[in-house]
Structure formats: C-alpha cells, structure tokens
C-alpha cells in the first residue's frame, strides 16, 4: 500500500510539475513560430504585449493566448489600425509542442475585437497587408510551420467599421458575438453558425439612413479550405425581427471573390415587414393592425475583383396594404410600394435606385411618389416627383401624434430632375424644378411651444431658381405677421450645404417680442437651472437672408414700441440691423450694428445707436443700462438724446456683460429736471433749500467715453438750480462714481449763514459768484458728497487784500456793533 501511494504521489507530482513546466519550457518555441508565421505572411506592423500558455485551461490541450494584438498598416496607413484584440486564444495537442516543424490551429477565441476597414478616395486600402510573392514562386505547404484547420470559431464583443471615402459610405457593426463549431472531414469543414450584431449602422454621403438594427444569423455553412469555396445551407437571417432565408456561395480563388447569394423574406405579409423598423421607434407600432403583402428579396451574382462589382438585385414591394392603430378612428389605407436597387456586373456607376410607386392615404387623401437615382459615382442624376394632399385633422386621426395638436390642410405638387454637377455648377439650365403648395388653417400646438402658431394661409410656389413665397399670413399668441418674398439657390443649400439667399417683407400690426422670445417651453427636465432664460442663438453661416420690416406695433419688457422700419439682414453668422428705426420711451430711436454669434452662447455686438428725444422716467424704468451707470435719472423728469458707437459681449439671456463695453457718444439733455435727490440735498448747507427741492438742470451735451466698462465723462458746462457748474468725473463698471461738479454759486443763492458771515468781510461787494467744489463718490446708491471751499477762501482773501483801509475798519466797526448787540 505504501508504494501504491509513493507511486500515486510521484504519477501527481510530475503531472502538477509538467503542467508548471511546460507552459515555460515552450513558450518561447511558441512565440518564435507566431512571430515567424506572422511576418512570414503580413506586410504591416504587428505587436502584442504578451504571449500565454496554460495547461489548465483546456486540459488536457494546451491554450496559447496572444493578449493586445494590434496590426498597423504602413506608409499612409501607419497611423490607422486595422486590427486590434483585447485576446486571441486556440487549444493545441502536446504533440504539436514537441513537433517543431508543424502547429495545428483547429479553434479560435477572439475578445474585444476593433477592425477598422479604410477605401481611401485614391483607392487604396489599408486591409492590403500580405506579403507580395512573384507569380512563378510556387508555396510548398508541407514546409509550413502553421496550419489550419479550423473546427471551432467564437468571437465576443467585435466592433467593424467599414469607411469606403470615394462612396461616402459607411458601415459599422457593434457589439457582434460569433459562435461556430464543425466537422472536419479532410478539407472540407461543416459549420453551424449562430451570430448577433447588437447594432447595424449604414450612412450615405453623411446622412444616417440605418441605425439601431439588430442582425442575427443562424447557419450551416460548409467551407472548403482548399479550393476556398464556402456554401450556405439552410441559413436565416433576421434583420430585427424579420426573417429572411439565406442560400448560395461565395468563392475566394485568389485575389478576387465571386459571388452568388439570395436574400429573400419567407412571408410576404405587410405585418412582417414592419419588423425592419429599427428597436428604439418599435414602441410606436404597438396596438397596430396591418395588413396587405410586402415583401423584400435580393440576389448578389457574379465577381468582384479591385473596381468590377457583381451584379445586384434587390425588391421590396407592398400591395393593398393598410395600418390601423386600435385606439384612433382613421386608417392609412391603400398602402403600395415598389422599390429596386439594380445593377450589372461592372462598375459602382452602373447602380440604379427607383421607387417606381409609392402611394398612401387617409379618406380622400392621397400622397404619390417617385424616385429614380442613377450614376452615383461619377455624376449622380435624380427624378422625383410628390403629389398629394394632408388634411392634419384626419392625419392625426390615423397617426399617434404624442401631444402634438394639429389641424389645417396642405396640398401641392413638387417635380425635381436634373444632376449634382448642375446643382454644383448652378447651371439652372439643365435642372427642371417645378411645385406649388397651398397652406390654409394650418394649427399646430406642441408641448415644446407656450403659444399655439396659426397659418391662416399661404402660398409657396417653386421653379429651378426660387421659391417664392407669398399671403403668409400668420399669428402667434398676440403676435401677427405677414410674409412676401423668395428664396434663390435653395438647391445648393439643400443639396450641397452652399449658401441659400432670400429677399423678404414682413409686415406686422403688433408684435409681442416677450412673448415670442419665450416661445419655447421650458424643459422641466433639465437638473440644472439658470436665473436667466437663454435666448442666446446662433447665427448660420450658409444664409444670406434680408427682411424689410414694416411694424406697426410691438412691445417689449414693458416697454410700447411703433413704426419699425428698416432692414434685417442674415450674412456671415451675422444678425445686421440697417437703419433699423422706431418710436419709442417718447421719442425715436435709429440702430444700426451687428450681432455676432460666438461657440460660447456669449455673442458680440458693435452698435450705433441714435436717440433722440427719450422721456427720461420711462426711458430709466425700460433701459437696464441707464439703471447701471444714471441711477440718478429715477428720480428724473425730461428728456434726453444721444449718439453712442459702442462694442461688447452679451450673455446667454442677451443682457449686456458691463466689462466687455467700449465706444463713445454725447449725451444731450432738455428739460431736465432732477426731483427730490438726496445727493443734491447734501449741498443745502451752502445753497438756499428752496434751490434744492426740484433741481432745474441747463440743456447740455456731454461727450463721454465708455473703457472696459467704465463711463468716462469729458469735462462740460451747464447750470444746475440756476448755478453754473463745471462737471466732469468716471461712473466705473462695479457702480462706483468719482465725480467733480465745480459750482460758482450766486452770491444771493447763498444760505443765510454765509451770506451774513461774507457781509462781514471788507471786498464781499465785489463778490459776485463764490467758487465752491463738490465731489461725489461712493456707491452709485447712496453716493457721499464733499464740499472743497479752497478756491472760495482764495477768492475772499484775494478780494480782502485789495480792500483799503476804510473799508477794514468799516468792516471792524460792523463786527464791532453786531457784538455790542450779541451782549447788550
């Protein structure tokens, strides 16, 4: 018993030992084959951080691990990676670890895959990495040191992305899982293949026109190594939920493919067909009842070899169909559709798109259609037609429309036929545009607008160089307009992203801006919230649009606005107001300048502003700048003008950001009057209070200068509560002021205390005006006034120097009695 159990220990110990030791004792064997095998087949740059065997994993065969494989092109394409892997994983037989000369690849494991497929424009490709071979060399393949042989193949997590640049095409497959097992019987292996891409993605010419589909596959599939022929048998294919049966084969000689594969849907019911409708919009066909046939089928036939493709063809039609949905009244009936993509053997070019029929409709409302599109590589040329007529009242009948109200009818017509290259070249000559379009009651409420919009009616009609619009007559809350005009190079714009133009005249006999600048509804699910609405937009820079305004009353921030009249202009990402004029706050205002968009939702503006005669309490209560630097005028009467050129930034809510103001203007002043003012109720102490209750203020103009903010004032002149009065200073952007008004105050204005105090003094007769100083500064709010009564005591001394003798002991004599009196 004793030596059963030394046996069994020592039979355990040399297998733990043999599985320790070789994985160490081959590994570097192992990576020298993968390494030679490799470079032996690929012209590209490839690396791996790591090399793993484990006897453990795959007992009793051997799995050898590549981790964090990736392969780099060269020359133009060594940036670009075309494979990489988190892992590559197969199971080998110990014999193949101690036969040097041969490795036998029977499985594959492959995580978190990237290939990364690129046609350039020129035509080259990154995925043209083997090594070149001279023609007459001959491969012995019984010198190889790898082979393959393929048994079992699984794939988790790839990602491919397939980016043909002289098509604009491409394609993406996401989060794709591939499992593959087979019989192996001499080259030939048979698979069965079950395979899922979590999301299929097609876009054409930067427009997505697939997204969110999911495919999966489950097939047999027989693959002959050695002639490299694979074969479906009984295959399905599910684009969504639709099913579609796969069969036929497809060969790899050498360098070129050929191709003979059928697609085709095994229930032709219109219901069926509904499933290609991608996930993320299925919820909308719940509780939906279609019926009808449809059905799709394609077939791929034929070589493809560098610029040769196969021929192609696909169908999918419709006939008799119609959808109800079992809670709203109306039904979309009379449903047809025949769509064909063609094409022969040869190049791209030759593809034909043609939806030869599509027709629909709710009542006695039809809609047709037509599509053709041919050449699309060298010059792609279209035909379309529409034709048809939607009452909204019975669409919204037949149509879940989520909140949405909408009623009104649109009919009309619209033809185009003509070729890119004469869109490109605006040679209107070769294109046919043809359409008319009525609009009359049109309503439409959304939760996203707080005002319904109503289009009484409206014209639009359309030729190969406009579309001119006219009788847009349209109102929303308390807001009317009309609109007139035409927009030119519309098909530039739409086909190509060039620039669209247009000519406008709106007129208006109110406007209600507070009401149209909130006309979006606030999104109550937003987490974060602002104090500010944002208003803020952004100016396109493919417009070049003008509108010649004529308004006859608008209202805004409660301030009465009428007689706009001038021009808007959309140019250069820039609004351009032109001799944009109006009355209003009492008296007219004329802007021109510019509003500038900025990536930062903080736009630029440059504006010359003309004022002339604002009423000052209304204009105060209105202009949020007036507030910040002329508080004082809140407790104003008069009116003012002014020019200003002046430049800055707004915020996301459009008010002015103060640091950001530079420029300069004048101000002028009439009948100004300056009420009950606690700032000039601190001069009383030199100037009679009377004076002082309702300060009458001189007509005057001021220059001032506005820097990073801070109004500056140039020095002017003017007379305040009938004093002449020099006054210059800085009102700066944190609503500090530092100003100077230098009085020269009448001698009879003078408050009791001072003219008796001056009576005394020998030379006051001469006095006729005393220089007295005032300086106010502090907050804009409750600003502190100073007296400077240097220059006063210099006046009186110069005058008492000059007196004579007389006149001092006349003035001795004076104080003298008045003391006699104090005592008596």
Do not use: C
Not at 91 to 98: G, H, K, V
Not at 431 to 447: D, E, K, L, M, Y
Not at 765 to 788: M, R, W
């Amino acid at each position: 018993m004793k030596k059963v159990l030394l046996i069994i220990t020592i039979i355990f110990v040399v297998l733990i030992g043999s599985a320790v030791l070789i994985p160490v004792l081959f590994k570097d064997t192992l990576m020298e084959k993968v390494k030679t095998a490799i470079n032996k087949n690929v012209n590209a740059t490839v690396e791996f951080n790591d090399f793993n065997l484990s006897l453990f994993k795959a007992f009793p065969k051997v799995q050898a691990e590549i981790v964090d494989l990736s392969i780099t092109g060269k020359d133009q394409f060594q940036t670009d990676t075309l494979f990489s892997a988190g892992s590559i994983a197969t199971n080998l037989s110990l014999s193949d670890l101690f036969n040097a000369n041969d490795l036998k690849i029977s499985s594959i494991l492959i995580d978190k895959a990237n290939i990364n497929l690129l046609s350039t424009a020129d035509g080259l490709v990154n995925w043209d990495i083997a090594m070149p071979t001279e023609e007459e060399t001959t491969v012995d393949t019984t010198q190889s040191d790898m082979a393959i042989s393929l048994q079992s193949i699984e794939v988790r997590g790839l990602n491919l992305t397939y980016n043909d640049e002289a098509t604009t095409t491409i394609v993406q497959l996401k989060d794709a899982n591939l499992d593959a097992s087979g019989e192996v019987e001499g080259t030939i292996t048979r698979f069965k293949l079950d395979a899922e891409v979590g999301e299929f993605v097609l876009n054409y010419d930067s427009t997505q026109y697939i997204a969110n589909t999911v495919l999966k596959a489950n097939s047999e599939l027989t693959a002959d190594y050695d002639k490299m022929v694979f074969e479906f048998g009984e295959s399905r294919l599910y684009l969504n939920d639709l099913p579609l049966d796969l069969s036929g084969r497809f060969e790899m000689p050498s360098d070129s493919m050929y191709f003979d594969l059928q697609l085709k849907q095994p229930e032709s019911s219109f219901k069926t067909l509904l499933a290609l409708v991608p996930k993320d919009y299925q919820s909308y066909l719940d509780g939906v009842t279609a019926n009808g046939d449809a059905g799709f089928e394609a077939s791929v036939k034929g070589w493809f070899y560098e610029e040769d493709y196969p021929e192609i063809n696909a169908r999918l039609y419709i006939k008799n169909a119609d959808l109800k949905y079992q809670d709203l009244p109306e039904k979309i009936s009379a449903i047809a559709l025949e769509t064909a993509i063609t094409k022969p053997q040869g190049d791209l070019d030759l593809l034909k798109v043609e939806i030869s029929k599509a027709h629909a409709q709710i009542r006695e409302n039809p809609i047709d259609m037509h599509l053709l599109l041919t050449t699309p590589m060298s010059d792609m040329a279209f035909d379309a037609a529409l034709n048809g007529k939607i009452d909204f009242s019975t669409l919204a009948g037949a149509i879940p429309m989520d909140s949405i109200d909408l009623s009104g009818v649109l009919a009309g017509n619209l033809s185009l036929k003509g070729t890119m290259s004469a869109v490109e070249a605006e040679d209107f000559t070769k294109i046919t545009s043809n359409g008319n379009f009525t609009f009359s009651n049109i309503h439409v409420q959304t939760p996203q607008i707080t005002k319904p919009f109503e289009l009484s009616s409206g014209t639009v009609k359309i030729n190969n160089q406009e579309i001119a619009v006219s009788s847009f007559a349209a109102k929303t809350g308390s807001s009317d307009f009309t609109l007139n005009g035409k927009l030119s190079n519309y098909l530039p714009y739409f086909l190509n992203d060039q620039t669209l133009r247009g000519d406008f005249n709106l007129q208006s006999n109110y406007l209600n801006l507070d009401e149209l600048s909130s006309l979006m509804a606030e999104d109550t699910t937003t987490t974060t919230a602002t104090s500010d609405s944002v208003i803020a937009f952004q100016v396109p820079g493919n417009l070049d649009l003008t509108f010649r305004s004529k308004i006859a009353k608008a209202s805004f921030d409660q301030m009465d606005i009428s007689n706009i009249d001038g021009l808007i202009v959309v140019k250069n990402k820039m609004l351009q107001l032109q001799k944009l004029d109006m009355n209003m706050l009492g008296g007219e205002l004329t802007i021109d300048g510019n509003y500038i968009s900025s990536e930062k939702n903080q736009p630029d503006f440059d504006f010359n502003v003309q004022i002339n005669s604002f009423d000052i309490p209304v204009a105060y209560q209105s202009i949020g700048t007036m507030q910040h630097y002329m508080p004082i005028a809140a407790k104003s009467t008069g009116k003012i003008s002014s020019q200003i050129k002046f430049k800055g930034k707004m915020n996301e809510s459009l008010s002015i950001i103060p640091t950001s103001l530079n420029g300069n203007g004048f101000l002028s002043t009439q009948n100004l009057q300056i009420v009950d003012s606690p700032t000039f109720d601190q001069v009383k102490n030199f100037i009679k209070s009377e004076k002082l209750k309702n300060v009458k203020v001189e007509d005057f103009t001021s220059k001032f200068r506005l820097e990073n903010g801070n109004l500056l004032v140039d020095p002017f002149q003017t007379n305040i509560a009938d004093q002449e009065v020099t006054v210059s200073g800085q009102v700066l952007v944190d609503q500090t002021l530092d100003m100077d008004l230098a009085f020269k105050v009448n001698k009879d204005d003078l408050t009791g205390d001072i003219s008796n105090a001056l009576s005394f003094l020998p030379g006051s007769s001469n006095i006729s005006k005393l220089d007295i100083g005032v300086g106010v500064t502090g907050e804009l709010s409750s600003p502190k006034v100073s007296l400077d009564l240097s220059k006063a005591k210099d006046q009186i001394a110069e005058e008492v120097k000059k007196s004579t003798k007389e006149e001092l002991e006349k003035s001795a004599k004076k104080i003298g009695d008045e003391l006699k009196k104090l005592f008596k």
